[in-house]
């Protein structure tokens, strides 16, 4: 099980001599999505065209990475093929974490519609109870939050998963994804929160810093993936060695 820090240090391993070509794949990325958002001009028919695009195009820079760091061959756009290939799964699987998640997106929603409404009553002296009602739900909106964040955390390995298992349905990659990260949704987060100096620092240089940033963070999650894997792998071939073991003794 490794640390944070031996995550990172593998990650810029990893992307030893692969530093420009990761960062030219993440300004085509942020190119692309910088010219997609302009489609939100477009009442409520842009908003939705650009998630429904955005989605699929998040996955394939994640399967990107993951094929660079494992040293297959990509392109500067290989994230749109990757992404628009893979359309209808990704979707499946985002459907279903929402699926997963809606309890407390549910929770939040009723928090902050009993907030605004409180609210209107406090304005309007029309109920003595408001502030009450507006401590409740602002209780219940930061459990809501703090608690889809949890869970979130979760289902972060979906497309890694789904990259390495294309057959699997939607909701099978959010159950196995549930699986790997259970107890290890506190290592994934001191892993994003080693990255916030960084990040800051990238803020620094007016985002510039991110195409450097970005793959890191994106590679160093491929390694923290693969060593959930790897806990795994390795006790399925200890078991192969064990049987082999057994069926030579079996033949002398």
């Known amino acids: 099980m490794m640390l944070a820090s031996q995550i990172r240090a593998n990650a810029r391993e990893s992307l030893q001599n692969k530093w420009g070509k990761a960062a030219l ?12 958002s302009f489609l939100n001009i477009i009442p409520l028919i ?17 399967a990107t990475f993951i094929k660079l760091k494992r040293n297959e061959n990509v392109t500067y756009t290989t994230f749109l093929s990757e ?3 893979n359309f ?8 279903w974490t929402a699926l997963k998640l809606s309890p407390w997106i549910i929770l ?24 009450g009602l507006t401590f409740v739900a602002f ?35 959010v159950e196995k994804s549930a699986v790997i990260m259970k107890n290890n949704k506190w290592r994934f987060f001191c892993l994003s929160l080693s ?3 960084w990040a ?29 894997l790897g806990k795994t792998s390795n006790d399925k071939k200890e078991e192969v060695r064990n049987e082999e073991d057994g069926n030579a003794i079996t033949e002398e």
Request: aromatic share 14%; with cysteine.
């Open 88 to 95: 209808g799964k990704v979707w499946s699987v985002t459907l």
């Open 195 to 197: 990255f916030i100096g």
């Open 46 to 62: 842009g908003g939705l065209v650009v998630t429904v695009i955005s989605v699929p195009l998040s996955y394939g820079l994640v």
């Open 139 to 173: 209780v219940a909106y930061i459990v809501g939050i703090v608690m889809l964040i949890i869970k979130g955390f979760s289902y972060a390995m979906n497309y890694f998963i789904l990259c390495d298992n294309p057959t699997l349905t939607g909701k099978e990659i």
């Open 200 to 228: 800051f620092l990238a803020g620094l240089t007016f985002g510039i810093g991110m195409l450097w940033l970005s793959p890191y963070m994106q590679v160093s999650v491929v390694h923290f993936y693969e060593d959930l």
């Open 25 to 36: 794949i993440t300004l085509v990325f942020m190119v692309i999505s910088f010219l997609l």
């Open 83 to 85: 992404g628009f290939a």
């Open 108 to 131: 939040i929603i009723i928090a902050i519609a009993l907030m605004i409404g409180s609210g209107v009553s406090i304005v309007l002296g029309s109920s003595s109870s408001g502030f």
